[in-house]
């Protein structure tokens, strides 16, 4: 049959059409497979193609930031050898197996930086399209930043709900120490009176019982009554004590340090004050203390008092938690890095909290300890007191090997409070400056009597401040400021130059030497205070 020649053009442009279709598929594809190559190439979830046996076909670029492996290296390698336990291992090729794909599957594995991260695999197998062969394909995102969050969110929640339960109770415990105080101390006053008046009134019923030999006194005989009724007085007394000590504990618990209560103080001198405290009883338990305190520490804003019962708290808490002989206990301070908050910690070596009362430790009556006459409110007073600061308690706890407790307070300023030295021969002076910058102003004030004893301390730890008087014995002042200029570590120290003779020609040779700040005697403390600030803050 011979084609006509419209059929042939129609034919033509068929084919015509045919071709440009094609080529346009052919773009489309190549197309798609770049885009897909470039996602492939830069997407930051793990991307990865394995055989039905697990073995890895192909895998992003990507894996070499999260795991410590070379991508050319893991291409054959099998994909569940990323998962560190082997339960994990078995659950995700199971489950895969049953339903053709998995989910958000969660597992663990070493990661880039060499620490156990937290990781998340979604994948699945089908035929590819006009294939049989099977192959399956996934993600691998990192969640360790997610679960680190998640973790933190569940502990500040935990965090509020304890606060809240804690100040409910406290409003509740205030109310009801109040109502229990005023009896109990009736009890008090009066049973000394009730000793007194036995001893008064037993002559008599001695005499009285000649007459009535067989007569009981509210059920009792006067042989039983003269043996034992003195001791009977002296256990209400003994358990009236009781009783206000718990109520002096409800009430501390209760309490809440107001601000005005509050001044710069020094963590390292409470820690110090509370072991002496304790010391008669950490003797007695045979267990030694270890202290490892560090120096120069910022001050915190708060009581010193409430700060010494924290520590005498736990202290107390944890000699009672070891039960052999070979009692230790780990004092430590510092300053947290990611924070810059102090740092206090308080280890022993006891027996650990029961894990019964984990959940429970800082609530009030919380004790393991009642045969031993505990109360279950010196860990309920110290949240409270450590919260009244600012500040976060916690612990760790291991059955057997002790327990930790972990104290964190912000402080009055950001990195290392300002070191200052005084000095000046006249002892009423240096205290009076050095406790209104300690108390004002949160520095680290040393102090010196002469120019002898501040050229020791200012070899032994460079100032930032030196408050220098002129006129003092053995070694005045502008010697010191001549011996400041020799030393090329301490030519930079501030220095203000205080006097009571402020035209005396030595002032002439200190401000040669290039000391510029002087201030007359007497001056005003507030006045030289805020000129300190203003030096150690330009």
């Given at each position: 049959m011979i084609k006509t020649s419209d059929e042939t053009e129609d034919l033509k442009k068929l084919l015509k059409q045919e071709k440009c279709k094609s080529r346009q598929l052919k773009k489309a594809l190549r197309e798609s497979e770049e885009k897909y190559r470039e996602i492939f190439e830069i997407i930051t979830d793990i991307h990865f193609s394995a055989s039905p046996e697990g073995k890895i076909i192909d895998i992003s670029p990507s894996v070499v930031n999260s795991f410590p492996y070379r991508r050319e290296d893991l291409i054959g390698k099998s994909l569940?050898?990323?998962?560190?336990?082997?339960?994990?291992?078995?659950?995700f090729l199971s489950q895969l197996?049953?339903?053709?794909?998995?989910?958000?599957?969660?597992?663990?594995?070493?990661?880039?930086?060499?620490?156990?991260?937290?990781?998340?695999?979604?994948?699945?197998?089908?035929?590819?399209?006009?294939?049989q062969k099977i192959r399956v394909t996934g993600l691998i995102r990192d969640v360790t930043a997610q679960k680190e969050s998640e973790a933190e969110l569940e502990k500040s929640r935990a965090q509020l709900n304890q606060a809240q339960k804690m100040e409910a109770l406290g409003t509740l415990v205030a109310g009801v120490a109040h109502e229990i105080n005023n009896p109990i101390n009736l009890i008090i006053y009066n049973t000394p009176l009730l000793q007194k008046v036995w001893s008064d009134l037993l002559p008599v019923l001695k005499a009285h019982v000649d007459e009535t030999p067989?007569?009981?006194?509210?059920?009792?005989?006067?042989?039983?009554?003269?043996?034992?009724?003195?001791?009977?007085?002296?256990?209400?007394?003994?358990?009236?004590?009781?009783?206000?000590?718990?109520?002096?504990?409800?009430?501390?618990?209760?309490?809440?340090?107001?601000?005005a209560e509050k001044q710069p103080v020094s963590v390292n001198e409470a820690v110090s004050n509370a072991m002496r405290l304790v010391h008669t009883t950490v003797r007695n338990a045979g267990v030694t203390i270890e202290t490892q305190l560090t120096e120069d520490l910022p001050l915190i804003s708060g009581n010193?008092?409430?700060?010494?019962?924290?520590?005498?708290?736990?202290?107390?808490?944890?000699v009672q938690a070891i039960d052999h002989s070979q009692g230790r206990i780990r004092i430590e301070t510092g300053i947290r890095p990611a924070d810059g908050r102090l740092h206090l910690s308080i280890a022993d070596n006891g027996k650990g909290v029961d894990p019964v009362l984990i959940e429970r430790l800082f609530d009030p009556?919380?004790?393991?300890?009642?045969?031993?006459?505990?109360?279950?409110?010196?860990?309920?007073?110290?949240?409270?007191?450590?919260?009244?600061?600012?500040?976060?308690?916690?612990?760790?706890?291991?059955?057997?090997?002790?327990?930790i407790f972990h104290i964190d307070f912000p402080t009055l300023v950001t990195g290392k409070p300002a070191k200052i030295l005084i000095v000046d021969d006249d002892p009423v002076i240096r205290r009076m400056l050095s406790r209104a910058l300690t108390s004002r102003c949160a520095y680290l004030v040393d102090e010196a009597a002469n120019g002898i004893e501040a050229c020791l301390k200012l070899g032994a730890c460079r100032p930032d401040l030196l408050v220098l008087d002129i006129f003092m014995p053995d070694m005045d002042g502008v010697e010191v400021c001549r011996a400041l200029k020799k030393n090329p570590a301490l030519a930079e120290v501030n220095v203000i130059v205080t006097t009571g003779h402020p035209q005396h020609p030595k002032l002439a040779e200190v401000n040669r030497l290039g000391f510029k700040n002087i201030r007359s005697k007497p001056y005003n403390v507030s006045e030289l205070i805020e000129f300190i600030d203003n030096i150690l803050t330009a």
């Open positions: 569940p050898d990323f998962f560190l336990k082997s339960s994990e291992r078995s659950a197996g049953d339903d053709s794909r998995i989910a958000d599957f969660e597992f663990q594995s070493e990661g880039s930086d060499r620490r156990i991260r937290h990781y998340r695999i979604s994948a699945s197998h089908k035929p590819r399209r006009g294939r067989h007569r009981k006194y509210g059920g009792l005989t006067a042989d039983f009554l003269e043996q034992n009724l003195l001791q009977l007085i002296g256990d209400i007394d003994m358990a009236a004590g009781r009783v206000a000590k718990i109520v002096t504990d409800l009430k501390n618990f209760a309490r809440l340090s107001g601000a010193l008092q409430n700060i010494e019962q924290i520590v005498v708290n736990i202290l107390i808490n944890a009556f919380v004790t393991d300890k009642q045969t031993r006459g505990g109360t279950g409110l010196g860990l309920s007073v110290s949240y409270n007191l450590v919260k009244s600061h600012g500040g976060d308690i916690n612990f760790e706890s291991n059955p057997g090997k002790g327990t």
